[in-house]
Structure formats: C-alpha cells, structure tokens
C-alpha cells in the first residue's frame, strides 16, 4: 500500500513556472513507475509524464515535451514535475499516480488504469 500526496500548485501567469511534488508513504511496497496526469473541466485525464523507475527513463507526452520535467529524490521519496513556459492550456487538475505491479510497462503510452495508486490532486491555474 502507498499513499501519495501532491503538492505544489498554484496560479501562474503565462510563461511561468510551477513545481509539483508528490510524496509517496506507505510500508512493503516497491516503485515500478510514477506518474502525472492532469484533467481540465469538461476534458479527459491525460497521461503527461512518467518514470520508471527501475531503469530511469522517462516519458513525456507531446503537450509538454520540452517543458515539462519529471525527476525523483529517492531519500525523500518525492517525485517532481517541474512545470515551466506554462501556457493557459496547461490549466488543470494534476494527479500524481503510482504503479506497484508493472502494468505501465506493457504500454508505450500512459493509461490511467495501469496506476494503481493515486494521489489528491492540486491544483494549477496558467492565465494569460
């Protein structure tokens, strides 16, 4: 079992930055992958970023590949999205998300139902 926490968001006016943090707890349980999604009013989750994290590498959809940055500090067991030339479309609800059994690795893109674990969400406002 792992609980994730997100933190971090914000309002921002366009071209500025934010950084999420989700910060994983819980006892017996092992990483496979992180992941962040977000979902704007009236439109579907999407898969934005991920990382594996047996091997490092990391995914980024196209809608924020180049700007955005996901990273972990593994003392802290904190994953980070660092989010930067932000734009109004980048205005949603972000969810932090973990999978504990693999699922995520079969698939080259994100899906919401490889994540097992999912945190609260937080979140970010982009005006322009």
């Known amino acids: 079992q792992v609980y994730l926490v997100e933190s971090g968001g914000g309002s921002v006016q366009a071209g500025g930055s934010l950084r999420l943090s989700c910060a994983a707890s819980?006892?017996?349980?092992?990483?496979?992958?992180m992941a962040w999604f977000r979902q704007a009013p009236g439109k579907e989750r999407e898969g934005i970023a991920a990382l594996y994290i047996s091997s490092d590498i990391t995914y980024y959809a196209d809608s924020v590949k180049g700007r955005f940055t996901i990273s972990r500090d593994n003392a802290k067991n904190t994953v980070y999205l660092q989010m930067n030339s932000l734009k109004p479309e980048d205005t949603a609800m972000y969810y932090c998300a973990a999978d504990l059994f693999g699922s995520s690795l079969s698939h080259s893109n994100l899906r919401g139902e490889d994540f097992g674990y999912w945190g609260q969400g937080t979140q970010v406002t982009v005006s322009s």
């Open positions: 819980g006892s017996d349980y092992v990483l496979v992958s």
